[in-house]
């Protein structure tokens, strides 16, 4: 007879559906992590996403169905008719497609009914993401500024090459 802890409570893994109806697979980010979604499938998010409680991951299942809408929305022949609207003069810059948080709502309701499940595909990415070591060091791996001594001017750093 299995022993039940009575204090843990039981959530249903159905509860924490994510969908993509699209007929592509798509990637979507979160904490450094790329989450590929296969096409026409349902994932429960549930166990998938490390350190998350089952309420965050309810709030990161609406994050991933937020954005997908805005992909899908932004593929409508609306989105396309309300971004080729442009200024008189062409030379100047298209002004953006203005859409609704209602616009987006049918679409965010796809990304949250079950299809057939199907298990995401996580790749790390957050060492790609970091761009510190790019904006602190040139090419060559050395810094692109040094410490000042207090009372110290600023000089440049003269380039060795």
Not at 89 to 118: D, G, M, R
């Amino acid at each position: 007879m299995e022993t039940v802890n009575m204090n843990e409570p039981v959530i249903p893994a159905e509860m924490y559906p994510f969908s993509n109806p699209l007929d592509r697979d798509v990637t979507l980010m979160w904490d450094g992590k790329a989450y590929t979604f296969a096409a026409l499938s349902t994932t429960n998010l549930l166990g998938r996403i490390p350190n998350a409680t089952p309420e965050h991951i309810q709030g990161i299942r609406k994050h991933f169905a937020y954005k997908l809408a805005q992909q899908m929305f932004f593929e409508t022949d609306q989105y396309k008719k309300m971004e080729g609207q442009t200024p008189a003069n062409p030379e100047t810059i298209k002004t953006p497609a203005i859409y609704s948080e209602a616009q987006l709502e049918k679409f965010v309701q796809k990304c949250l009914e079950p299809l057939h499940v199907q298990a995401p595909e996580v790749k790390d990415v957050s060492a790609e993401m970091d761009v510190t070591p790019r904006l602190t060091r040139d090419g060559k791996g050395r810094p692109r500024s040094r410490v000042v001594a207090q009372g110290e001017d600023i000089k440049p750093i003269e380039d060795p090459a």
